[in-house]
């Protein structure tokens, strides 16, 4: 059984950063897709940034060059780090993953997901 658990969410001024943390435990090997999806109240999922095997990255247009994805193979973590973070970043952020290859239009719907760590940026 794979679980996810998000840290790192905060609340930060806009042109702020911040480092988002997702550990998992269970068995989720180097070929998985994993990634990063968030939800604004009233809005739907959103896909941020994906990660799959042979480190093929993805990221939504609204946060290219902005934030960076990364995974720690050896310590079953994902990372998210956020920077020049805007008012219409505020959401909150899921970390999901799913045995396969990564299609980053289903990255709000994979298998595994966790609780989510609110993201709220100010102006």
């Known amino acids: 059984q794979v679980q996810l658990v998000e840290s790192g969410g905060g609340t930060v001024q806009a042109g702020g950063s911040l480092r988002l943390s997702c550990a998992a435990s269970?068995?989720?090997?180097?070929?998985?897709?994993m990634g990063w999806f968030r939800q604004a109240p009233g809005k739907e999922r959103e896909a941020v940034a994906s990660?799959?095997?042979?480190?093929?990255?993805t990221y939504a247009d609204s946060v290219q060059g902005r934030f960076t994805i990364s995974r720690d193979n050896a310590k079953n973590i994902l990372y998210l780090e956020m920077n020049s973070l805007r008012t219409e970043d505020t959401a909150m952020y899921y970390c999901?993953?799913?045995?396969?290859?990564?299609?980053?239009?289903?990255?709000?719907?994979?298998?595994?997901r966790g609780q989510g760590t609110q993201v709220t940026v100010s102006p």
């Open positions: 999901t993953a799913e045995r396969g290859y990564c299609y980053f239009t289903l990255l709000t719907s994979l298998q595994y």
């Open positions: 269970g068995y989720i090997g180097s070929s998985w897709c």
């Open positions: 990660i799959g095997s042979n480190s093929i990255i």
